[in-house]
């Protein structure tokens, strides 16, 4: 099994009281504060930057705020404030007794947008944060406008057959070195690195889909994303498509986050971010004038 392909799933689906606190971004020109809130039982971290219309930020499996969209902050905060998120037992969050669930998940986003005094904002979720942001989009339709969803699955089916039989034996020796490190740097227990593996792949293996009805319901305008050569298959991402009323899909050339600069798809060298951001803000932007343009 190819080595991108093994961190396509790993970035994918295995895993992904400072409020006042003002700190540097990555390249030292935007400023963002930073800061808890408890949420549902848990101290969820956040970081906000930028001035304008919310948009939030779901990371992928795995993974910190900074390796899903690191590379991609600095653009989408030039004209909207921009709050992303580190979910349950991710980076600088910590954990609750209980198992993960995208449920949960978007749960605890819309309670900790409710905490910032954010009534409605646009969603922006990669893998994992794709599927979160699907749940948002049916359980807290009310604080949500537009969503962007980055290589999110919806069906068990939407993934190779082979990714059932990987996670069923994941280990965390398999984990890409960067989301170990990005873990291990901001964490505050080093022990929680298994911890988050483990229940990241137990999520998984025990993954359901989310039913049709459901999916349908979903009115926010949306665009559905994936690369060409995802993780991904490209039908679900064709039967999202077309059962979301009004959405729009784009199948970006790449592997699996590589259109937004995903911290394991650097050594590409390649920077498909920036052909692709353009595109998501003029959808965040645009007012929709028919089905499936913006």
Request: aromatic residues 8%; glycine residues 8%.
């Amino acid at each position: 099994m190819k080595r991108t392909m093994i961190y396509a799933v790993w970035t994918l689906l295995v895993l992904s009281s400072n409020s006042g606190k003002v700190k540097a971004d990555f390249n030292d020109t935007l400023v963002a504060k930073s800061g808890y809130s408890e949420v549902n039982g848990i101290k969820m971290y956040y970081e906000i930057y930028g001035q304008g219309k919310p948009l939030v930020l779901i990371h992928g499996g795995g993974s910190t705020i900074q390796t899903t969209f690191g590379r991609v902050i600095p653009m989408l905060a030039r004209h909207r404030k921009v709050i992303a998120i580190d979910l349950q037992a991710h980076g600088r969050t910590s954990d609750r007794n209980k198992d993960l669930s995208f449920e949960q998940d978007a749960d605890d986003v819309a309670a900790l947008l409710k905490n910032l005094g954010i009534d409605k904002a646009d969603f922006f979720g990669f893998s994992n944060g794709g599927t979160t942001t699907v749940q948002v989009a049916i359980r807290h339709a009310g604080i949500v406008d537009k969503i962007v969803l980055g290589s999110a699955l919806c069906k068990r089916n939407g993934m190779p057959a082979w990714f059932w039989d990987f996670m069923k034996q994941a280990q965390l020796s398999n984990m890409p070195a960067e989301l170990k490190e990005a873990y291990l740097q901001v964490a505050h227990n080093p022990a929680g690195l298994q911890v988050m593996h483990d229940k990241d792949a137990k999520r998984m293996v025990n993954f359901k889909d989310i039913p049709d009805e459901q999916i349908r319901s979903i009115k926010a305008p949306a665009l559905i994303l994936i690369a060409d050569r995802d993780v991904i298959q490209p039908e679900h991402a064709l039967e999202m498509h077309r059962q979301m009323a009004g959405s729009s899909l784009a199948i970006i050339p790449g592997v699996h986050g590589e259109y937004i600069g995903e911290v394991t798809t650097l050594k590409s060298g390649t920077k498909e971010e920036e052909c692709v951001i353009p595109m998501i803000e003029r959808f965040l932007d645009g007012a929709k004038t028919k089905a499936g343009s913006f």
